[in-house]
């Protein structure tokens, strides 16, 4: 009488085996992808502020030359 401990032949828990390799080797380079573009997101974000102080450090010395050349202060509100 033969008694077998599991259902599967031997190569097919070999092949179950290699799925398993496989699949956790796909969620590594997946969570590498993620780390990476987190990071570059994170990066961009950064820039995309610097840019924006910048344009407006920009903008508010055109706005003061601007009032100093025409003698009014273009951004008061009119009084009634």
Same mark, same amino acid.
């Given at each position: 009488?033969?008694?077998?401990?599991?259902?599967?032949?031997?190569?097919?828990? @070999?092949?179950?085996?290699?799925?398993?390799?496989?699949? *956790?080797?796909? *969620?590594?380079?997946?969570?590498?992808?993620?780390?990476?573009?987190?990071?570059?997101? @994170?990066?961009?974000?950064?820039?995309?502020?610097?840019?924006?102080?910048?344009?407006?450090?920009?903008?508010?010395?055109?706005?003061?030359?601007?009032?100093?050349?025409?003698?009014?202060?273009?951004?008061?509100?009119?009084?009634?």
């Amino acid at each position: 009488m033969k008694t077998c401990l599991s259902q599967t032949p031997p190569h097919r828990a @070999n092949q179950a085996g290699s799925a398993v390799i496989v699949m *956790l080797a796909m *969620l590594a380079v997946m969570a590498l992808l993620v780390a990476s573009n987190t990071r570059t997101i @994170n990066a961009l974000r950064t820039e995309v502020h610097l840019v924006d102080q910048r344009q407006t450090a920009r903008l508010a010395a055109g706005a003061a030359t601007l009032e100093q050349k025409t003698g009014t202060n273009t951004t008061a509100e009119p009084t009634p």
